[in-house]
């Protein structure tokens, strides 16, 4: 199992939590490969320590969750980075909802894994706050790289001491357990989810459910854990 975080202790570590940035890395998911944050741009202003910290990670493709593509090309003006990746293609906006089992979401989510196969990292994910939507893709992701369910847990909770204010749930305040194996629960309208079986119902997820193929499951699987496709 693969632990890290190059973000804490040390550089930008208090600001980075402040603005929900920081690095997805465990299970088989390779260091310095996948990172997910609040939105870049707020109030068509860059996020300053967003951006510094996308250069320190070197980040090369972004998964915007929250915008559509028309959307996001007004706003990355304000962003030099973000506008160079869009001009590039290396952004995807897809302007999710948060119905996670809707399957308008799932067909989506089948573009975030796509998006994925086509490009390199590292990867950066993030929808508005940084809460749900990307709370939910990155929950997807570390349960299919067999991340411990206690991780996937930890990680999603982490973005309760952000600051910001979860869409689904509202007061974050009492964010629990419960609240996280509520939104890990909508991978399986059929099983109860535990450390044992949650690989496993993310894969069949993603299969069944989202419609990858078991070639771009396998590819997914490859290209996260750091692999380099022949």
């Known amino acids: 199992m693969i632990q890290s975080n190059i973000l804490a202790p040390g550089l930008f570590s208090n600001d980075a939590q402040s603005v929900n940035f920081r690095e997805i890395c465990m299970g088989e998911i390779a260091p310095k490969t996948l990172f997910r944050s609040s939105h870049p741009i707020k109030e068509n202003k860059q996020e300053k320590i967003i951006s510094q910290l996308a250069g320190f990670t070197k980040i090369s493709s972004v998964i915007n969750l929250s915008d559509t593509s028309s959307g996001i090309t007004s706003k990355a003006i304000f962003a030099p980075w973000y506008n160079d990746l869009l001009k590039k293609d290396r952004v995807v906006a897809l302007g999710m909802d948060f119905s996670f089992s809707s399957d308008g979401f799932k067909r989506k989510l089948k573009e975030v894994i796509k998006f994925i196969l086509r490009t390199e990292g590292p990867w950066l994910i993030h929808c508005h706050a940084g809460v749900d939507r990307t709370g939910f ?46 939104v890990i629960s909508a991978m399986s309208d059929t099983q109860l989810i535990n450390e044992k079986n949650l690989q496993q119902i993310a894969e069949i997820y993603l299969l069944q459910k989202v419609g990858i193929t078991a070639e771009e499951a396998q590819l997914l699987r490859l290209k996260l854990s750091g692999g380099t496709p022949d």
């Open 137 to 182: 893709v990155s929950i997807v992701l570390e349960s299919f790289m067999g991340a411990p369910l206690d991780n996937v847990i930890n990680d999603y909770l982490k973005s309760f001491n952000s600051g910001f204010e979860s869409d689904i749930f509202g007061n974050t305040e009492n964010t629990d357990v419960q609240t996280a194996m509520q």
